[in-house]
């Protein structure tokens, strides 16, 4: 007897959502810098801006939010990672794009990902890892 709710499966889209200091750094950081696209924007919330990125037809987005009423402060750790796992050595081209985006290259807590890919924090201070790695499950 399985314990997963009915309809999990590995085509089920996946929201990975948090909060945002700067909706348009973060904008300008994802889009000119890693290369994602708008999805959706939104001020028109009553809770919060939102704003969803990502590509185009892919099955994850990632939901920036800035409540309009009690702000959330991003509390990032050092083992807050988005991983994107691009097959090959970052492009060295991409990560200066990243940087000049408001991004900043730093050294990861765990050595593996400063073994396997690059670690870049965003304007909110999470971090993105290029690795150099494929996912397969």
Do not use: K
């Amino acid at each position: 007897m399985s314990l997963l709710p009915d309809g999990l499966n590995p085509a089920m889209p996946i929201r990975i959502a948090r909060p945002s200091l700067d909706l348009r750094a973060a904008e300008t950081f994802y889009t000119a810098g890693l290369g994602l696209s708008v999805l959706w924007r939104s001020s028109d919330d009553s809770f919060a801006h939102l704003l969803m990125l990502g590509l185009p037809g892919a099955a994850w987005h990632l939901e920036l939010t800035r409540p309009r009423a009690h702000p959330v402060q991003p509390t990032p750790t050092p083992e807050d990672l988005l991983v994107l796992y691009v097959g090959h050595p970052p492009d060295s081209a991409l990560v200066a794009r990243l940087e000049a985006h408001g991004g900043m290259r730093v050294p990861a807590i765990n050595p593996y990902w400063d073994t396997w890919g690059v670690t870049i924090t965003d304007p909110d201070g999470y971090r993105l890892v290029l690795c150099q790695r494929t996912w397969t499950a």
